[in-house]
């Protein structure tokens, strides 16, 4: 075994936040965004002291927690993850040009449309704080209707490039402004809710043991219902049953939307299921809505999944096609009482690949189908 000490020295920018060095190995958390925490030194450098075993060729990135605040180049790009053999006792120093989710200050956010911001929204059920934007569909300061409410996970990679993982969001508030003002969908609220270094837990109903996380959504879902939604309700003018409510998100956000669609659908009676992780603990979540005799999901549900998703050096194997995955779900709800573009809406979108960029080019269809009039 040998002992690498690593330390890295960070931008002037970095916000006053942990950070973690992760990688693919087991001493480096196996790529979760909250690896392993360094420890804060002077000049803006962070260290730690790792044994790892000798002739282990290691990857590994610099994290502030989450997926989106990866480490990124001088133009804030994602990096390719640094490589070390490890042979002996070694100092290894390194260097963060940027953060991936503080994009250049000099470089305008792309927000279209009326915006409030809510920093350090407090949970006690998450016990923890997190951003919160909001939407505010046209002329909303200058009429006195209530609206319907879309909530999404993920928050500040829908709106915003400034925020986005590798500076690509979904276009969300464009492409609401843009199908309000032409009379396409119901004019809504749409609430983003930040992400945390607690992802992985926050959005999966159970543990995968072979992540060595999950089982939390229970609380994110308080929080949202008990603490988010009584805030948007009481300081925003909403229409606040569920059938004006929806509840939306793509990846692990797409695995919380279905599950928390399908246990509370008397308060969200829409749901958009986007590139869901339903591969998370050998698909728990399909064979437990095939099996709950008593299934009464949410009256709406956009399901899809884009047909390059996956890995593709497990192509081959059935049980790792995330479109395969998808399409079973598609039938069990089916086999629920759903119907095919009336109470679901399936897409398998060609050539579409696991990203931001792919679910921006699906935001237009989501919206009309969830909100059209």
């Avoid at 605040?69 to 002996?88: H, P, Q």
């Avoid at 607690?198 to 879902?221: I, L, W």
């Avoid at 669609?261 to 064979?287: E, N, T």
């Avoid at 119907?339 to 990203?355: I, R, T």
């Amino acid at each position: 075994m040998a002992i690498i000490n690593f330390i890295v020295t960070v931008p002037d920018n970095t916000p006053e936040e942990t950070i973690y060095i992760t990688g693919n190995h087991d001493e480096l958390n196996n790529w979760d965004p909250a690896g392993i925490p360094l420890a804060p030194s002077e000049d803006n450098t962070h260290s730690v002291e790792i044994e790892l075993p000798e002739g282990t060729e290691i990857e590994f990135k610099f994290t502030r927690g989450t997926s989106a605040s990866m480490e990124a180049d001088e133009n804030f790009e994602e990096i390719e993850s640094r490589v070390l053999t490890v042979e002996d006792d070694e100092e290894i120093s390194c260097t963060v040009e940027n953060w991936a989710d503080l994009l250049n200050p000099e470089e305008e956010g792309t927000l279209t449309g009326n915006f409030r911001v809510h920093r350090d929204f407090y949970s006690s059920a998450l016990g923890d704080s997190r951003t919160i934007m909001v939407y505010l569909p046209p002329d909303y300061d200058n009429e006195e209707e209530a609206y319907p409410v879309l909530y999404l996970h993920d928050g500040q990679n829908v709106f915003d490039s400034a925020t986005s993982f590798g500076g690509s969001e979904w276009e969300v508030d464009e492409t609401a402004e843009r199908l309000i003002n032409e009379g396409r969908i119901k004019k809504l609220i749409i609430v983003g809710i930040y992400n945390s270094k607690d992802r992985d837990d926050e959005y999966t109903p159970s543990v995968d043991f072979s992540e060595g996380s999950g089982g939390k959504v229970e609380y994110y879902a308080n929080f949202i219902i008990d603490e988010l939604k009584p805030f948007i309700d009481s300081n925003y003018r909403t229409l606040t049953s569920a059938s004006d409510t929806a509840i939306m998100g793509s990846s692990l956000g797409g695995l919380c939307s279905l599950y928390i669609g399908w246990q509370y659908p008397h308060i969200f009676s829409m749901a958009g299921v986007i590139s869901p992780s339903l591969w998370w603990d050998d698909r728990d979540i399909i064979k437990a809505i095939q099996e709950d005799e008593d299934f009464e999901g949410p009256e709406k549900i956009w399901l899809d999944i884009g047909t390059c998703e996956g890995d593709e050096e497990e192509e081959e194997e059935e049980t790792a096609d995330p479109v395969e995955d998808t399409r079973w779900l598609a039938e069990v709800l089916l086999d629920k009482g759903y119907v095919l573009n009336e109470s679901l809406f399936y897409l398998e979108a060609e050539g579409a690949d696991h990203s931001e960029m792919a679910w921006a080019d699906r935001v237009e269809q989501i919206l009309l189908a969830l909100f059209g009039v």
